[in-house]
């Protein structure tokens, strides 16, 4: 068994707004259960979807912004039983886990204690969580500490891009994922700071080649044009399957392998 379940959608400013939701990415292969950038509400969404997060496996947190990790306490209270089952793994940047010059730590020292295994992860870092293996990949953010993941499961392969600027380093560790994920805040050629916008997730998608691209991370100007429009006109330009996710939207990535429908709750 294998999904990837979105529990929100929105970047940017639409986070505070709460234009869509921001709970974070659900990803399960098999007895693993990954949540990726628990942002605001995600206990929320996840019980609205119908996700357990007391069978959270790892948490996964690409860097230090409200946005990527509002709720990641929340989470591993809901983890460990509120510290009854010391279990868990928490997998984040520094700027998560330790103190920089621009941060104090977001998980607390608590926290820390009620899981089983606490890793900051640097760039290139790799790690094994049964039968998943994860690497920390090359971002650039205003958040230095900033990674994105690839997992890499028995059958298939996932990228996601946390937020970041498009570089030809980042591009290159993307290579070989089928399920590309993308943090598109942007519409067209508007990427502010260090953020992607649809030109930049084209050139990304056009040299990794995924079998299957998926945009998310909302901000209000792409919301205001509509992604749907955004991800038609990467495929057009492309030629991969791309899609733009809403909240609740839940892909089987090994549908790929299986000739079958791959997406649920898609309209």
Do not use: W
């Not at 886990?97 to 900051?120: C, N, R, W």
């Not at 205001?224 to 955004?230: F, G, Q, V």
């Amino acid at each position: 068994m294998a999904s990837v379940t979105f529990l929100g959608t929105a970047g940017g400013n639409a986070v505070s707004r709460q234009s869509r939701a921001s709970g974070g990415i659900i990803i399960v292969v098999d007895d693993v259960q990954l949540h990726l950038d628990p942002g605001p509400g995600s206990l929320v969404k996840a019980k609205e979807f119908g996700v357990n997060t007391s069978n959270t496996t790892a948490i996964l947190v690409s860097h230090n912004h409200i946005s990527h990790c509002n709720d990641v306490n929340a989470l591993i209270e809901a983890m460990t039983h509120s510290g009854i089952e010391h279990r868990g793994i928490v997998l984040a940047s520094k700027s998560v886990l330790q103190q920089t010059d621009l941060s104090f730590p977001v998980v607390t020292k608590y926290h820390m204690g009620l899981v089983e295994k606490v890793i900051a992860l640097e760039k290139n870092h790799k790690v094994g969580i049964d039968n998943v293996e994860i690497h920390a990949l090359p971002v650039q953010h205003t958040d230095p500490t900033a990674i994105g993941f690839k997992i890499i499961c028995p059958k298939f392969t996932i990228g996601y891009s946390g937020d970041t600027a498009f570089s030809s380093e980042f591009v290159e560790s993307l290579m070989g994922v089928d399920l590309l994920i993308l943090n598109v805040t942007y519409p067209g050629k508007r990427a502010q700071g260090m953020n992607l916008d649809t030109d930049s997730a084209m050139k990304i998608i056009s040299t990794v080649r995924p079998k299957m691209a998926i945009i998310t991370h909302f901000g209000t100007d792409m919301l205001k044009l509509d992604p749907i429009t955004e991800a038609r006109e990467i495929q057009r330009i492309t030629g991969v399957q791309t899609i733009a996710a809403h909240d609740g939207l839940t892909i089987s990535p090994a549908g790929y392998q299986q000739n079958q429908s791959p997406i649920r709750g898609y309209n």
